[in-house]
């Protein structure tokens, strides 16, 4: 991304408008939350916003809140205090699955795949949301539910063409390397065609080779899908080249929010950094 080259005045809280792609509107707004786990207090009086066609990235130490901020945007955890909107309407109430309906996906830091199943099924049970044929369906109405399938399996094609899987389309998951498994549980996530793309550390435990490879398909996905990314990310090289604008955790507490350029010149940010593994 070409941050350097952009005038102060410019960046300030504002994402980059990089790589032709067209940021558009907030379509997920958080404000004020505050989450707690007993007395463990998870986040604390947060608010950022998500811009369309974004690549916004939650970076902090161990037991910042990333993935409790993560659980909260896909309704797995319901804050205590706070407000959220998604495409300008407040959420009431919030389940994994209506996050699902709504276009939200996700992938977790442990890759939740089923492991003796091919790659091709294990993608296609991202379709689940979307297949309208039941059982009953499928009795009753064999030539419909059958049509419907063949439309399902093109998507997952393309999407398996997307990916460059082609040659392990068959292979069961549980057999491939950890950065190919990363991979498919990218390759479900966008069977679901998801709007809003969240992404629990993509690239933990893989080589370098595999960290951009990831990186070139999150910048596709976003590019050529037009999807929205939110993503936790431990490497902070990968963070920085990717996203348009990071906010950064530490203890439940923002500490900083803007374009790469902000966030690396934030003392805040450098002194949480320092002497951390990070
Ligand atoms: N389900 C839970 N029950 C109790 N405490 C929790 C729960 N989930 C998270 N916490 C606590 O909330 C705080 C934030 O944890 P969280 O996992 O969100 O941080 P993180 O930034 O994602 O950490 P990491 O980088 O290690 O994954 C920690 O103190 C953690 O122990």
Redesign the pocket.
């Known amino acids: 991304m070409m941050m350097n080259d952009m005038p102060q005045a410019v960046q300030a809280q504002e994402p980059a408008q990089g790589n032709g792609r067209r940021i558009g509107e907030v379509v997920l707004d958080l404000q004020n939350i505050s989450l707690s786990?007993?007395g463990?207090?998870?986040?604390t009086d947060i608010s950022f916003n998500v811009r369309e066609h974004e690549i916004r990235s939650i970076i902090?130490?161990?037991?910042?809140?990333?993935?409790?901020?993560?659980?909260v945007i896909n309704g797995v955890?319901h804050p205590q205090e706070g407000r959220i909107l998604f495409r300008g309407e407040e959420r009431r109430r919030m389940e994994p699955h209506m996050a699902a309906a709504q276009g939200i996906a996700r992938t977790f830091?442990n890759i939740a795949l089923f492991k003796g199943m091919s790659v091709l099924d294990n993608i296609m049970t991202g379709r689940n949301l979307k297949m309208k044929s039941g059982l009953l369906a499928n009795a009753l109405y064999w030539g419909r539910a059958r049509k419907e399938e063949i439309e399902h399996r093109v998507k997952v094609e393309e999407i398996i063409d997307f990916l460059e899987i082609q040659d392990i389309r068959k292979t069961p998951v549980g057999a491939l390397p950890y950065g190919l498994q990363k991979r498919v549980e990218l390759g479900r996530a966008l069977a679901a065609e998801p709007s809003l793309l969240l992404l629990d550390?993509p690239m933990a435990g893989m080589n370098v080779e595999e960290k951009q490879d990831m990186c070139r398909f999150i910048l596709d996905v976003n590019d050529q899908f037009g999807t929205t990314i939110v993503l936790?990310e431990?490497d902070m090289g990968v963070v920085m080249d990717i996203s348009d604008r990071v906010v950064v955790?530490d203890y439940?507490k923002k500490i900083g929010d803007g374009v790469p350029d902000e966030v690396r010149a934030n003392e805040d940010v450098i002194r949480a950094y320092l002497g951390t593994s990070h």
């Open positions: 786990f007993g463990v207090k998870a986040l902090g130490p161990n037991g910042a809140g990333k993935s409790s901020m993560l659980n955890y830091q550390e936790i431990h955790l439940g």
